[in-house]
């Protein structure tokens, strides 16, 4: 995305260089129903690695299964070298994941694309996560955190069972608000309910609101109906936005065309981009919701 | 070691293991690998007339060894092609094959004839077999006579070797190998993608947003090695052999069955240094096996060898 001059660029260049990593896997765990926590070390890529960004991960040396993964990478620690991955039984490549044991050495592409951006000092922020959407949003919320800015996080599930990362948000200092679609924990419904409600009372100015830090910015990550109904909350309550988007992915390197989406520019004009190359993370007045 | 160098009716390359179109980009994004000099040569992503956006996602869909991609030849316009990719391309030192495509003969010869006026371009490859864009490739690709007439109309304002890219199709794919060899054609590469598709049983629809799309991967290597071997005893052209190939073994299969130089497709896409990985262990297979050249396996699984 493009980055203003007031915020951090946090671009892919600064990790080109060897993209090929081979990391050694030192956790893999059941973190909820059917989603699993995984650690690799690599230190080179820890120290690269910035949040929104993600890795392509080879499962297999053989033919099968042919492409590799995209998973958004969750946590970034570089004092320990490691990175991790959240991500959730979907088909044979995670099942394939599951099994595997600590000790296991785990080829990968990576950091690839372009990670959230942020201006400098305190503020507020607002995060909102849909499903496996939580997952890129942890290692921003401790980045802003670091930062002294208040953070909100919303985050959206199915039902209780499907819900991960609440105690870690609320160890980095975070506000969370929780709704599931079956009303087993939090407020009961989607998420953009009690998004809405807090937009509605915090946007615009600081004045008359509980809190003195201006509202700075929105970061969403999850499925595409959800992203698209943030995007018009935003739109609605005038609020600058990044929205992580996902596409199925053939090289995650920008060479094949394979994870296009359309984005438009201040003047209308509309750009085929890449979600692995320009993206993965595009700011929410720009992109172009289909359907 | 031995010689890696080969030469395709005056196409004169440093090792014959190309990057396949539509899976290099321009070649950008392999920089951070490995310099743009170090393959073959590179068969650059394929271009229309004008700018092209090309389908709805999802493109790609995973299949057994390979992958379906219905990408429809998403490309920025050929005048952006030679105004700015093909420049920065020779540049970095890269040989470059323009892969040209269209929905109409017209198509075809506007396109030809802008491509006349541009410098340092090493060969242009027709695509006749995209089965990707409405009333385009897969009507020319399956018609030994509208193959022909795109050849006829291409070599026309061709000024550098003329590469027609052969679809797998097709029932008989050395009817088509003849048609365009007939009109004028330097070079065969073959082949594209085979038609096919994916469905999710999940959401009880196709995978792709376009239904169906060009397969390709390991899963095809069979059906493109017995169509080079094919067309090898049928015209008297050097070919440009892919389909699947992933590793070295692969393609010095290609140049027994009758490949004169190999495109990696896929594979780039899944193992970004797929391509020095296959020149390194060609040159070691060729050294290990006594060959001085390339060119002293080339159609040794032919009959009569
Ligand atoms: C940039 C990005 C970041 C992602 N981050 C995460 C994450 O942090 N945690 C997580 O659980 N999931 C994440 N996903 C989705 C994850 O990539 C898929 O769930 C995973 O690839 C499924 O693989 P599989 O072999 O289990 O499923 P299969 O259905 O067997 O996969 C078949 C093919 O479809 C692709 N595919 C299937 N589902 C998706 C999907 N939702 N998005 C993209 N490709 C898909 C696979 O990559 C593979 O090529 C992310 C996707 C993208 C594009
Ligand atoms: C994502 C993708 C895009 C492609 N785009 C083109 C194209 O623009 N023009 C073309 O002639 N072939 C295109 N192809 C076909 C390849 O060049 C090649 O012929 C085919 O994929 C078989 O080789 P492989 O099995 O090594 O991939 C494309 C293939 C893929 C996978
Ligand atoms: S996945 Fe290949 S260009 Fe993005």
Redesign the interface.
């Known amino acids: 995305m493009n980055h203003d001059s007031s915020t951090v660029n946090h671009s892919r260049q600064q990790a080109e260089g060897s993209l090929v990593k081979k990391a050694l896997l030192t956790r893999n765990q059941e973190i909820a129903k059917g989603i699993y926590e995984m650690e690799l070390v690599e230190p080179d890529l820890a120290a690269a690695a910035r949040p929104g960004q993600f890795v392509m991960l080879s499962i297999s040396k053989g033919l099968e299964p042919f492409l590799r993964r995209p998973f958004g990478i969750a946590g970034i620690e570089p004092q320990k070298g490691s990175i991790r991955l959240i991500y959730q039984l979907a088909g044979r490549g995670t099942k394939q994941m599951a099994a595997w044991e600590a000790g296991r050495p785990v080829e990968l592409l990576g950091p690839l694309g372009n990670g959230f951006a942020w201006e400098n000092g305190p503020g507020r922020a607002v995060l909102a996560g849909g499903g496996m959407g939580i997952a890129p949003l942890l290692p921003l919320a401790k980045a802003l955190r670091s930062l002294n800015k208040e953070v909100t996080v919303f985050l959206g599930a199915r039902s209780l069972d499907l819900v991960f990362g609440i105690k870690e948000l609320g160890q980095a200092g975070c506000q969370v608000q929780l709704a599931t679609e079956d009303g087993s924990a939090g407020a009961a419904g989607f998420v953009t309910l009690p998004l809405e409600a807090y937009l509605q009372k915090n946007a615009g100015s600081s004045a008359g609101n509980s809190s003195s830090a201006q509202l700075q910015g929105l970061y969403a990550c999850g499925p595409t109906p959800f992203l698209k109904a943030v995007s018009g909350l935003c739109d609605r309550y005038s609020i600058t936005a990044q929205l992580s988007l996902e596409e199925r992915m053939g090289c995650g390197l920008g060479a094949c065309m394979g994870c296009t989406v359309q984005i438009k520019d201040s003047a209308g004009k509309i750009k085929q981009q890449r979600v692995c190359y320009e993206g993965p993370v595009f700011k929410a007045e720009e992109v172009v919701f289909h359907g | 070691m031995a010689d890696l160098k080969v030469n395709l009716a005056g196409l004169a390359l440093d090792n014959p293991v190309m990057a396949a179109s ?4 321009f070649g ?3 920089l ?2 490995y310099p743009s000099s170090l393959p073959g040569a590179i068969m650059a ?1 394929g271009l229309t007339v004008e700018p092209t ?2 389908n ?12 379906l ?1 219905s ?1 429809g030849l ?1 490309n920025p316009g050929v005048d952006a092609f030679i105004a700015e990719e093909l420049p920065w391309l020779k540049s970095q030192g890269a040989r470059v094959i323009a892969n040209i495509n269209g929905h109409s003969l017209k198509d075809f010869e506007e396109i030809s004839r802008r491509l006349s006026a541009a410098t340092g371009l090493d060969a242009i490859e027709v695509n006749i077999s995209c089965p990707n864009v409405d009333n385009g490739g897969m009507f020319f690709g399956t018609d030994p006579a509208l193959a022909a007439q795109v050849t006829k109309v291409v070599k026309k304002h061709c000024r550098v070797p003329l590469i027609i890219k052969l679809s797998p199709n097709v029932t008989d794919i050395t009817a088509i190998a003849k048609a365009v060899a007939a009109e004028g054609a330097d070079i065969l590469s073959l082949i594209n993608t085979l038609l096919g598709m994916a469905i999710d049983r999940k959401t009880r629809r196709p ?1 792709l947003a376009r239904q169906v799309g060009g397969l390709s ?2 899963a095809v290597k069979p059906v493109a090695l017995r169509m080079v071997w094919q067309v090898a005893q049928t015209v008297d052209l050097p070919i440009i052999g892919m389909g699947g190939i ?1 590793s070295a073994e692969d393609a010095i299969e290609f140049f027994l069955a009758g490949a004169a130089a190999v495109a990696v497709g ?1 594979g ?3 193992n ?2 797929c391509i020095p990985e296959i020149v390194a262990g060609i040159s070691q297979w060729l050294d290990q096996e006594g060959y001085v050249s390339i060119n002293d396996i080339r159609g040794l699984a032919l009959p009569g060898h």
């Open positions: 539509g899976t290099y980009g950008r994004e392999f951070k690998f992503k956006a090309g709805p996602t999802p493109r790609i869909a995973e299949t057994p060894a390979g992958m991609n990408i998403q995978v991967g390991p992933v896929s780039n896409l899944t970004p240094y």
